[in-house]
Each structure stands twice: as structure tokens, then as C-alpha cells.
């Protein structure tokens, strides 16, 4: 805690000490260590205590029997969570045996560390005339001085993976993170000032290394930061503002008081600012530099993906790979196939919102999927291509990838991996012996980055926005729209009381803006805009989305809107009213208490008879939109997001008639443009070049029943007993048919948090019914009147 001040204090009354006596300081002294003298691994009172208390020095178990001469706060957290925190260590590398090994400085004046008394794993290298003593600063800094006072040596300059309060990093000075949580020896991750005198986190891996801090992806004057001032200083005071001679500062969250403070680069390459108020109390981390922590580059090694899992992060293998040290993710995953060049023997697995980051074969402006796969496939060493399209301005890129390093999954990228696999490793039928499913919980992590501070975050955030991410709120705004129709005129106050029998309106934004409470209640975003609960005067409960990008021109926006407000089921959601003033454009809609089948699913609130209610219900609101409304309407985003339920557990679809409202483009505009609806849900025919009809409705419903029967969304991957991986159909289909060996296993098909409460017959018919609709082919797939016909059928016996 000591500041600048104690330390220049501490020196004088040293050096006093040391003119007047002129003899050296006895080890009876506990912050002192005298020439010729030595601590002693076998004595564990041999440790040096700063003036105050505040800080020890001396041998640190690392692990078996093996041990650091460390500097650590002397008192530990009255909480077990982090035992002593240890600030400095001298041979974090090779450490000594716990047996006679000592730390002696020599008459030479050099301090050697030495294990089981023979080999010095470690000195300071100084040499010194005059008498020398060691001391340990209530700073936490332990300094060698010479009798004239010279400092020879000082812990300060030689940081291991922690920065003290007034402890200077300067050019000549890296920090280094440690392996793991249990091996304090050097690890992968590197503070540092580079050459272009910015402060940077690197990742120096086993096989690559990389920037990571600031965003590689932004150039350095855009990241805040300048490079002209070489003096290249970073320092952070007592009260909690670090600053750095690049410009990049912070102030802690608990800035302004005097606080112990440490500032560590951790294993897993974030860099953290923890602090407490007094000894003894928790650490509380109060600042870290990089939130999206799936992000930091090498976390777990090639060919892996990276998954948000509730409190933390979790590491995994891609389909097709195996991980390669058994005991350390550092090693990544290595593939169990060779790829031929031969371009007819590979394919491709999509794994949705994966992002690789980094060693691009180059990059490919508005390529359609297929010119993609195309040219992944003229490439020998192309291991897959990233895929993204902005769904908002029609834009795709097309990155190849040579390497597959810092990948990881996040809800909210909009973009798909497209894993190169050869053909014969794609599953088909063989033995499924496990499933992995990528990404689940992810949702509450993904809001944390919502509230990055800083411009790139913003950026990020809106690209993802934008994207095709699925969103559960989407849906609501369709409705409104439909119910709108009638309001061709546009003139405000006509709209204001037409359909006013249903309750059908047209709001002011000012009325909107006070329903929801100025935009402040967020119940979901999607790829439309936003949406927030409100407050109508009348006092009725809405959902108000407000859109990003509606179609500008009024009297088209109204013309949707009569369109889509006309459709009137029981089984779509209702709309009731909408907003054009200006470039405003919001639809109000019902608003469903119970949320989304998504949201019922993952918290287990559906149990078996309301499945099937949900189903049967889903189904007649499509068959209805496909083939009794006014004008055929295409849903092309069903999933179990957009599908809502009422107090009974009725389903209401939402989102419909979305795409026209957003002018995306005519569904056979180009091929680009005809991407639609949500990773993981969608139709083959998204991607080939075949015509889009309500067949991809029925697909993507088809998807939405197995997910009910099975609990796993199609996020899930299945594994065999090898490794080689396929998608939560080939597990279904596995499962139904069975193989020559084994007999089919319906049960275990079954949602593991029914508990086997369903009824088989039903069960068989849902599945059979589904396994149609998901049918490559989309001929062989039923339509949705047929659908309905067989589940009403079954359901009546
Ligand atoms: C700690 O990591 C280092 C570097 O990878 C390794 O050499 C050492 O064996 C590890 N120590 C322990 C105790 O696992
Ligand atoms: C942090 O310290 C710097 C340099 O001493 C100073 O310019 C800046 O105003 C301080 N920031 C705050 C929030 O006090
Ligand atoms: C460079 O940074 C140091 C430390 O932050 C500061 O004292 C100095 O004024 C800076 N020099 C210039 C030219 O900005
Ligand atoms: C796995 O990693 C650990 C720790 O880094 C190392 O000690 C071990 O030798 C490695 N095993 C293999 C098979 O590479
Ligand atoms: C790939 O398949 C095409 C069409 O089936 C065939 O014409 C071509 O010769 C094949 N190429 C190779 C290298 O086998
Ligand atoms: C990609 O397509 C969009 C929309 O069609 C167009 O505006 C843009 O200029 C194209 N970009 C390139 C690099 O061709
Ligand atoms: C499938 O798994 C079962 C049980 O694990 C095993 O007995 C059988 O040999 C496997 N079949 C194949 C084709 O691998």
C-alpha cells in the first residue's frame, strides 16, 4: 500500500542506518535479510514480513514437494476463494525442492537461490563491493541495496504475472500469465509495450502466436491508443487510474479510494484489476480488460470452438477432430482424417454462429454459399470457409480458412462455419455415442457485452444486431402489421380510429415513446429492430418493436401492414396497432406472458400433454397462413423463439410477413438476397438453388417438433464412439432405425426432463411426422394441411 512517499522514506532511514553503523542489518530485523546470510526452505519461520505487515517473502508451495521463493499478501482472504495471493516469484520455472534449499546473498553481494543445497536455479547476477542487505517494501517490492544505498536489484523490475500499485511497466518489462490455475510456471499470455509503443496483450502460444489487445481488427489510433510517445510507461496508482504513456487509461469500479490493489494477467489471458479495502477481505475485481473472454486468442487451442456456458466458458472439439493432450486444452484438437485434394470427396458441416478468427485464405465480397464451397474446395489446404450475411443490406462475406484457431460460438454472431470434412465422415448411420450441444445458456454472456463501453464494442454489437441471429421478440411485430392493413391512408388522424371496433389504432411515437416508458424495458432484439414491453393507455399490456429499418416509404410500410393485419387466427399473434411518423416505424402487439416454447423449453414449463397441444396449434396457424389466408404468406423464420404462448399454453406464431415489411428484397431477387430465417432451422433450399415455397416452412416446423420431442435444439452435434460427428437429425434417424446390432431406441429420443412421462403412440406419430418434414427432398415433405390431418387423425383415436 506504501506509495512512492514510504518508499523514499524507507530508503533514507536505510541509508541513515546504514552511514551511522556501518554495519549490517541482523536477520532479526523481519523485513531485512543481511550479507551471509540465508532463509531456509526447513524453517518456515524464515520469511521476510514488510515494515507494516502488509506483504511476506518466501517459499511458496507451487506443487509436490515443489516450492518458489514468492512474494505474496501476508493476509489471506477470510473467504477460501484465493488463498494467498502471491505478487512476485523468483523461479516460477524451476522450482526447488522442499528440502534444504535456501535463499542466501552472498558476501559477493549476489542473492542466490539454491535447490536442496547444490544447483542455484536462480540469482540476481549483482556484484557489490560494499555490504549488501535485501528489504521487502510494504510497497511489495523487494530491493537490494548496496551500504551506499544504490539499489543493485529490485522485484519491481522483474515482474512475474502481477503489477502493484506504483509499480512501473516499462519498456524492459513483460508480464507473464501463469499455465493454469494450478501451475504457476510461465503460461501463454504476455503484457507488454511492442514496437510501436503500444501497450498490447499478446498470446505466444505452442504453435502461433497473436495480438489480441488492443482489437487486432482495429488499427491502434482507433482503439484509443497513440504510438508516438515512446517513454513507454504504464502505471497504477493507489486509488485505483491506471494510465499508459500510449493513452489507454481506466479507472477501477472503485475508484477514488486507497485500496490494495494488483493488477494480474491470468491464465486465461484476461487481464484483471482486483482490490480490497482491508486485509483479510475478499478480492473484488474490479476492472478486466477484455469481457468477451471466448475471444482471447489461443484459449482453447486449434480446431476447438469456445462456448459461453453459465458462469464461464467451456472448450470443445469440433466434429471430426479429437483433442490432442488428454489433460491440457493448450494443444487444441487435430483432425482424424486426412483431406484429399480431391474436390469430390469432401463436404461440408454447418456450425452455426461459429467464428474462426484469423488466417484467412482471403477474403470474398458478396460470394453465394456455393461459389464458397466452390472455392474452398479448388483449395487443397482450405479447411472450411467462415460464412456471413448481413441480412439488413443484402451484404455476404466469404472468408476461406487455411487454419481454424480462436474459434469460438456466441448466440449473437451472425455468421456460420462451414467445416470441410471428407465425405465419409459425415455420420450417417453409424453408432452415436454422445451429443454435444454447442452454446447452450449462452444468452445472459452475450449481454454482458452489450455493455462494453467502448466504440468497437458498439460496432461489434450492431453488426451482430443486424445480422440473421436468431431472436425471440421478432415475431410480435408481424402481427401488428397485418392487423394495420386497412390503413392505406395515411393521414394520421383517419388512422387514429380505424378499426377501432377491433382495437386496432394508429399510435403516435410520442404515445409509444410514454408506453415504454422511453424505451427502457428490453424483452428482445432481433433482426427486424428491437422490442419493449409497454404500457397502452388504454392500460392493456403490449409488445412494441421498434424497427430498425422498416421499408421507408409510408404508404408501401402501410400497405404490409394492412396485409398482415388482416390475418386474423387464433394461432397468430395479434396485432394492434402500429407507428409510421417520420422514419418511425414500430408495430404494437399482443403480449404473451409465458414467452417463447424457447424459453419454456430450456426452463423445462411444457410438460408432455402441452407439446402436443403445441404442435397440433403451430401446425394449424401455418396451414392457415400457407393455404386459408387472403394471400399465401411464407413464414421462412419458424423456431421455437418466434413461436409464443398464451396464459393456456396456446401457441401464437409470431413474425410473420416480416421479410415484406423489411423490403428485403423478392424472394427470387438473387441468391443472396434469398437467405432468410435462422441458422440451424433452415430449409436445404436456402442454400442450393432451388425455389423457395412453404416447403421450407414445413422443414423448419419439422425441426421445432423434434427439438420438443428431444429437448436439443439443432445446435446439438452427435458424436460416434470415434469422434466423427453429424447433426442432431442423423442422432434422430439413428435412434429410429436403428442398426443391424442394435434395435431402435425411441426412449432415448425422448426430452430426459420428461422423465418418461409421455405416451408412446402419440410420440411415434410426432416423430414420424417430423422425420417427414425434414425430408431433404422437399417434394417427399408433407404440406402443412397434411400435417395437421395426421396428428388430428391420430389424435381423435
Ligand atoms: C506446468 O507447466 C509447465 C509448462 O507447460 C510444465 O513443464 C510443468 O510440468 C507443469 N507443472 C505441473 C506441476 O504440472
Ligand atoms: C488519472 O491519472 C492521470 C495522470 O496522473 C490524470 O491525468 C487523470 O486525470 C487521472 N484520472 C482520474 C479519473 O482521476
Ligand atoms: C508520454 O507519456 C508520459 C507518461 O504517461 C508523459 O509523462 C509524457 O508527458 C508523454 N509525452 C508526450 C510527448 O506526450
Ligand atoms: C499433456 O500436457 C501436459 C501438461 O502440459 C504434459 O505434461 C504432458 O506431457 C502432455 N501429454 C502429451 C501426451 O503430450
Ligand atoms: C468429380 O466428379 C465429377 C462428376 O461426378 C467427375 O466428372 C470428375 O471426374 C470427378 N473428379 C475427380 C477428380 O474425381
Ligand atoms: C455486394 O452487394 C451489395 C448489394 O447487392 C452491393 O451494394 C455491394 O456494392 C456489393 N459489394 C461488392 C464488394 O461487390
Ligand atoms: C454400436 O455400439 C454397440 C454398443 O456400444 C456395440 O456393441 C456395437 O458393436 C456398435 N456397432 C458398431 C457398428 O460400431
Not at 493488477?263 to 478480492?283: C, H, P, Q, T, V
Amino acid at each position: 500500500m506504501d506509495s512512492a512517499m514510504a518508499f523514499i522514506s524507507n530508503l533514507l532511514v536505510l541509508h541513515i542506518l546504514c552511514l551511522s553503523t556501518s554495519y549490517p542489518f541482523s536477520s532479526s530485523m523481519p523485513d531485512t535479510l543481511g550479507e551471509g546470510l540465508s532463509l531456509s526452505i526447513d524453517k518456515p519461520s524464515d520469511v521476510l514480513t514488510s515494515r507494516e505487515g502488509v506483504f511476506t517473502a518466501g517459499f511458496f508451495p507451487v506443487g509436490d514437494n515443489a516450492y518458489c521463493f514468492a512474494i505474496w499478501f501476508s493476509e489471506p482472504s477470510y473467504y477460501n476463494d484465493d488463498n494467498r495471493a502471491v505478487v512476485w516469484m523468483a523461479n516460477r520455472d524451476s522450482p526447488v525442492n522442499g528440502r534444504r534449499s535456501k535463499l542466501t546473498l552472498l558476501k559477493t553481494g549476489n542473492l542466490i537461490l539454491t535447490d536442496a543445497g547444490k544447483a542455484t536455479v536462480w540469482s540476481t547476477g549483482t556484484a557489490s563491493l560494499s555490504l549488501t542487505r535485501l528489504q521487502l517494501y510494504n510497497s511489495g517490492n523487494l530491493v537490494l541495496f548496496s551500504s551506499e544505498g544504490v539499489v543493485l536489484w529490485q522485484s519491481f523490475d522483474w515482474p512475474a504475472d502481477t503489477l502493484l500499485t506504483e509499480q512501473p511497466l516499462t519498456r524492459s518489462v513483460e508480464l507473464v500469465s501463469s499455465r493454469s490455475p494450478t501451475n504457476l510456471s510461465s503460461g501463454f499470455y504476455k503484457l507488454f509495450f511492442d514496437n510501436n509503443n503500444v501497450l498490447t496483450l499478446l498470446y505466444d502460444g505452442i504453435e502461433i502466436s497473436s495480438v489480441y489487445w488492443p482489437y487486432p481488427w482495429l488499427i491502434s489510433t482507433d482503439a484509443g491508443r497513440s504510438t508516438y510517445n515512446n517513454s513507454r510507461i504504464a502505471i497504477l496508482d493507489s486509488f485505483g487510474n491506471f494510465t499508459s504513456s500510449d493513452d489507454f487509461t481506466f479507472v477501477s469500479a472503485d475508484y477514488g479510494v486507497r485500496m490494495q490493489r494488483r493488477l494480474k494477467i491470468e491464465y486465461d489471458g484476461n487481464l484483471r484489476l482486483y482490490s480490497r479495502k482491508n486485509a483479510g477481505e475478499r478480492w473484488v475485481f474490479s476492472w478486466e480488460a477484455y469481457p468477451r473472454t471466448c475471444n482471447i486468442h489461443g484459449i482453447c487451442g486449434a480446431n476447438s470452438i469456445c462456448n459461453y456456458v453459465p458462469g464461464g466458458r467451456e472448450c470443445s472439439c469440433i466434429p471430426g477432430y479429437k483433442l490432442r493432450n488428454q489433460t491440457d486444452w493448450s494443444y487444441g484438437c487435430e483432425p482424424q482424417f486426412k483431406l484429399s485434394c480431391n474436390k469430390n470427396e469432401s463436404k461440408f458441416l454447418p456450425l452455426d454462429s461459429v467464428e474462426y478468427y484469423g488466417y484467412d485464405y482471403g477474403f470474398f465480397p458478396n460470394y453465394t454459399i456455393s461459389e464458397c464451397e466452390d472455392l474452398c474446395l479448388q483449395l487443397c489446404n482450405c479447411m472450411g470457409f467462415q460464412f456471413t450475411f448481413y441480412e439488413d443490406n443484402g451484404y455476404s462475406n466469404c472468408y476461406p480458412k487455411t487454419m481454424l484457431l480462436n474459434g469460438y460460438r456466441a448466440a449473437s454472431f451472425p455468421g456460420t462455419l462451414y467445416l470441410r470434412l471428407p465425405k465419409t465422415f459425415l455420420l450417417s448411420d453409424s453408432n452415436i455415442s454422445s451429443l454435444n450441444c454447442l452454446g447452450q445458456g449462452i444468452k445472459q454472456l452475450d449481454r454482458m457485452y452489450t455493455k462494453g463501453h467502448t466504440n468497437e464494442f458498439v460496432q461489434f454489437m450492431l453488426w451482430f444486431a443486424c445480422g440473421l441471429g436468431g431472436f425471440e421478440v421478432l415475431c410480435f411485430l408481424l402481427v401488428w402489421y397485418l392487423l394495420l392493413t386497412s390503413h392505406q391512408n395515411s393521414d394520421a388522424d383517419v388512422g387514429r380510429y380505424f378499426l377501432a371496433a377491433t382495437g386496432f389504432r394508429r399510435y403516435s411515437f410520442a404515445e409509444l415513446h410514454k408506453a415504454t416508458k422511453g424505451f427502457s424495458e428490453e424483452i428482445g432484439k432481433g433482426a427486424g429492430g428491437i422490442v419493449y414491453r409497454g404500457v397502452l393507455p388504454d392500460a392493456r399490456v403490449a409488445a412494441i418493436k421498434r424497427l430498425n429499418e422498416a421499408n421507408p416509404v409510408e404508404a408501401e410500410f402501410l400497405a404490409e401492414v394492412n396485409t398482415i393485419g388482416r390475418l386474423n387466427h387464433m394461432h397468430l399473434i395479434e396485432m394492434w396497432g402500429y407507428c409510421a411518423e417520420g422514419k418511425q416505424r414500430l408495430l404494437v402487439y399482443e403480449y404473451l406472458e409465458n414467452g417463447s416454447l424457447k424459453q419454456n423449453l430450456d426452463s423445462n414449463t411444457v410438460g408432455w400433454d402441452k407439446r402436443i397441444e403445441i404442435a397440433v396449434g403451430t401446425a394449424k396457424g401455418l396451414a392457415y397462413l400457407h393455404e386459408e389466408c387472403l394471400e399465401w404468406i411464407l413464414h421462412c423464420d419458424v423456431k421455437p423463439q418466434n413461436i409464443l404462448l398464451d396464459s393456456n399454453y396456446q401457441p401464437k406464431i409470431a413474425d410473420f410477413g416480416m421479410s415484406k415489411l423489411l423490403k428485403r428484397g423478392e424472394l427470387n431477387n438473387s441468391s443472396l438476397s434469398r437467405i432468410r430465417g435462422t441458422r440451424g432451422y433452415m430449409a436445404p433450399e436456402w442454400i442450393s438453388n432451388l425455389p423457395i415455397t412453404s416447403k421450407v416452412d414445413v422443414y423448419s416446423y419439422g425441426l421445432v417438433v423434434l427439438e420438443m420431442l428431444t429437448g436439443k435444439s439443432p445446435t446439438c452435434y452427435a458424436f460416434d464412439v470415434n469422434g466423427l460427428g453429424g447433426t442432431i437429425l442423423s442422432w434422430v434417424r439413428h435412434k429410429v432405425n436403428g442398426t443391424s446390432e442394435v434395435a431402435p431406441l425411441l426412449q432415448e429420443i425422448m426430452d430426459p426432463s420428461m422423465k418418461g412421462e409421455f405416451d408412446m403412440k402419440k410420440m411415434k406419430i410426432l416423430l414420424e411426422v417430423a422425420l417427414k418434414c425434414v425430408e431433404e427432398d422437399k417434394d417427399k415433405r408433407p404440406t402443412m394441411s397434411h400435417v395437421l390431418e395426421t396428428l388430428l387423425h391420430h389424435d381423435k383415436q
